[in-house]
């Protein structure tokens, strides 16, 4: 299924912080858009605008043509790494994701054995999340947001803490999920890989989204 993604003219502000400007993007399935920009120039915040997790002061998010209302909407059929996701400590990775999966689509520990290995866990391992390394938990958290094949992915960061050979094998996953179809919004620090992955590359600059590159 197509999907867009339209934030126009949005503005969010916080007390006397305006820290979303003037931001528009549009965005449709099978493409991969990176936003990059300092610390503090307010990635997570509009990423946390369209997910629905916060709202908006002024403008408008339009989610596959239908304008959003104001309240309450949660963006839907998205898999989302925004911050770190908070995973039980004391089970493994696979009873993490069987728990989260099992919500809605009931026990399927074929599956989640093979998105494990997609992402280069050990699906049988039975180390608790607790004692999992930083590069290990964002692989789990990667698996997370991928694990329900959601047409959407918003990913903040999500080669936070991966060492070289991690970063390359989350390139090729992410690289797949595009030529799958899936419309996926990234915000990175590294070039490199903004550069490799991304179809369109935003800046975020005085709350502005500035347009830097075109594929
Ligand atoms: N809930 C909140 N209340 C008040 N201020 C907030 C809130 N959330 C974010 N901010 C502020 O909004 C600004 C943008 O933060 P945001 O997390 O979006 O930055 P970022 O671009 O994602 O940065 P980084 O690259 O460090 O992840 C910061 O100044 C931050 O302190």
Same mark, same amino acid.
């Given at each position: 299924?197509?999907?867009?993604? &339209?934030?126009?003219?949005?503005?969010?502000?916080?007390?006397?912080?305006?820290?979303?400007? +003037?931001?528009?993007?549009?965005? *449709?399935?099978?493409?991969?858009?990176?936003?990059?920009?300092?610390?503090?120039?307010?990635?997570?915040?509009?990423?946390?605008?369209?997910?629905?997790?916060?709202? !908006?002061?002024?403008?408008?998010?339009?989610?596959?043509?239908?304008?959003?209302?104001?309240? =309450?909407?949660?963006?839907?059929?998205? =898999?989302?790494?925004?911050? &770190? $996701?908070?995973?039980?400590?004391? *089970?493994? #990775?696979?009873?993490?994701?069987?728990?989260?999966?099992?919500?809605?689509?009931?026990? +399927?520990?074929?599956?989640?054995?093979?998105?494990?290995?997609?992402?280069?866990?050990? $699906? +049988?391992?039975?180390?608790?999340? =607790?004692?999992?390394?930083?590069?290990?938990?964002?692989?789990?958290?990667?698996?997370? *947001?991928?694990?329900?094949?959601?047409?959407?992915?918003?990913? +903040? &960061? $999500?080669?936070?803490?991966?060492?070289?050979? =991690?970063?390359?094998?989350?390139? &090729?996953?992410?690289?797949?999920?595009?030529?799958? #179809?899936?419309?996926?919004?990234?915000?990175?620090?590294?070039?490199?890989?903004?550069?490799?992955?991304?179809?369109?590359?935003?800046?975020?600059?005085?709350?502005? !989204?500035?347009?830097?590159?075109?594929?």
């Amino acid at each position: 299924m197509m999907r867009t993604i &339209e934030v126009k003219n949005g503005v969010k502000c916080f007390g006397e912080q305006q820290v979303l400007r +003037d931001v528009s993007i549009q965005c *449709a399935s099978g493409h991969i858009y990176g936003i990059v920009g300092h610390n503090g120039s307010g990635k997570t915040v509009l990423f946390k605008c369209i997910c629905g997790f916060m709202n !908006l002061d002024e403008g408008e998010i339009i989610i596959d043509g239908t304008k959003r209302s104001k309240k =309450g909407a949660i963006l839907t059929g998205a =898999g989302i790494i925004i911050e &770190e $996701p908070s995973f039980l400590k004391n *089970a493994s #990775g696979q009873r993490n994701l069987d728990i989260l999966y099992r919500i809605k689509h009931g026990k +399927d520990t074929a599956h989640l054995k093979n998105i494990m290995e997609k992402v280069g866990l050990s $699906p +049988d391992s039975k180390k608790k999340v =607790g004692n999992y390394s930083m590069g290990m938990k964002q692989r789990l958290a990667i698996a997370q *947001a991928i694990m329900e094949n959601q047409e959407i992915l918003i990913l +903040d &960061e $999500p080669m936070n803490g991966l060492d070289h050979k =991690g970063v390359e094998e989350m390139r &090729e996953l992410f690289l797949n999920l595009k030529k799958e #179809g899936k419309l996926i919004l990234l915000a990175s620090h590294n070039r490199e890989d903004i550069d490799i992955l991304c179809d369109e590359v935003y800046e975020m600059e005085m709350g502005e !989204l500035k347009r830097i590159k075109n594929k």
